[in-house]
């Protein structure tokens, strides 16, 4: 008869700072997320402005292309009032209902922000060969002044997010939004000086496209990061094979199977396996043996495990289980 039992632990990367350093540690981290939710905020009122100038600016002008780009803004505040919401949403601690907490919220919006990227890279594309086919007269004078003052705060927009974009996927997104905002006011911009100056109108749709690729190019990729989190794969970064291989050099451990490795929010790994095991050992003596476990884990940046021991558990088992 197999012997088997559980051991769950979260545990930290290995160090030799005092308490006082984690706890410093764990206040700065909290003072960071919660300055990205102010500055998504930020980012929302700035968009909404932009919205109302480059409308009013485009139905006074007869430009279409502003008009349309002030749409583009208010999808991308849209977006972020929904991003700002996940992540107020993820700061909640967990409960006995939601018992991994809120932090994949903020995974479900960046899903959302990247299938709305998407859309809007095909309407953009749309919206710039018709164009090409059919160029429309607009008041230059007025799309440059608009335009010029819908850059300004986009970059503003920009300024507010780069600082986490590349730490936070939701952020990123929503920094990508504003990107993408800014790029389609220079094109606006530069199409109205060119316009102006030399009547040449079809260089707007041209900039469109190029700048609607790269949008698609972006948020395609945030959509599947996104949905390699929400489908459980394992990290981009994580390597099973070698888990196993380390964890199966351990002495006391006969072989690795049952294995499950995910993230929960794109940046905290979790680790789920059975350890088969050489020798009946009682729980106390699997606690040394689970600390090396741990340690080997933590080397790959997994620091949340819940192990199942067993003695003569399941020698023909696989390392991944194909169970339904």
């Known amino acids: 008869m197999s012997n088997h039992f559980y051991s769950h632990h979260e545990h930290s990367i290995p160090h030799s700072h005092h308490e006082n350093d984690d706890h410093h540690a764990h206040e700065h981290f909290n003072d960071i997320e919660n300055l990205s939710g102010k500055k998504l905020f930020y980012v929302v009122l700035l968009n909404f402005g932009i919205t109302l100038a480059e409308f009013i600016g485009g139905m006074l002008a007869g430009s279409l292309a502003l008009v349309s780009d002030s749409m583009h803004n208010l999808s991308d505040a849209l977006s972020i009032i929904l991003a700002y919401f996940a992540h107020k ?34 309407l953009l594309i749309k919206e710039a060969v018709l164009r090409l086919i059919k160029p429309e007269f607009v008041h230059s004078d007025t799309v440059i002044i608009v335009g010029t003052i819908g850059l300004i705060a ?37 199409g109205a000086i060119l316009i102006k100056y030399l009547n040449i109108y079809t260089i707007d749709p041209i900039l469109t496209i190029f700048i609607a690729l790269y949008i698609g190019k972006e948020s395609f990729e945030i959509l599947i990061k996104s949905l390699n989190v929400l489908m459980q794969s394992t990290p981009h970064n994580i390597d099973v094979d070698e888990i196993i291989k380390r964890l199966e050099n351990i002495s ?66 696989g390392v991944i289980s194909h169970k339904k």
């Open 89 to 122: 949403i993820s700061l909640r601690g967990a409960n006995k209902g939601k018992t991994f907490g809120y932090g994949r919220a903020k995974i479900i919006s960046a899903f959302v922000n990247s299938v709305t990227l998407m859309v809007i890279t095909v």
């Open 252 to 317: 006391e451990i006969e072989n690795v199977h049952h294995v499950h490795i995910w993230s929960l929010d794109g940046k905290t790994n979790f680790f789920e396996g059975h350890i088969n095991l050489k020798e009946d050992v009682t729980v106390s003596q699997s606690m040394v043996i689970y600390k090396k476990i741990e340690q080997e884990l933590s080397k790959m940046e997994i620091y949340h495990s819940t192990i199942q021991f067993e003695y003569k558990g399941c020698p023909e088992c």
């Open 154 to 190: 986009n970059i503003l927009s920009m300024i507010f997010l780069k600082g986490h974009s590349e730490k936070d996927i939701n952020i990123k997104s929503a920094y990508l939004h504003m990107l993408g905002d800014a790029f389609s006011s220079v094109a606006v911009v530069l």
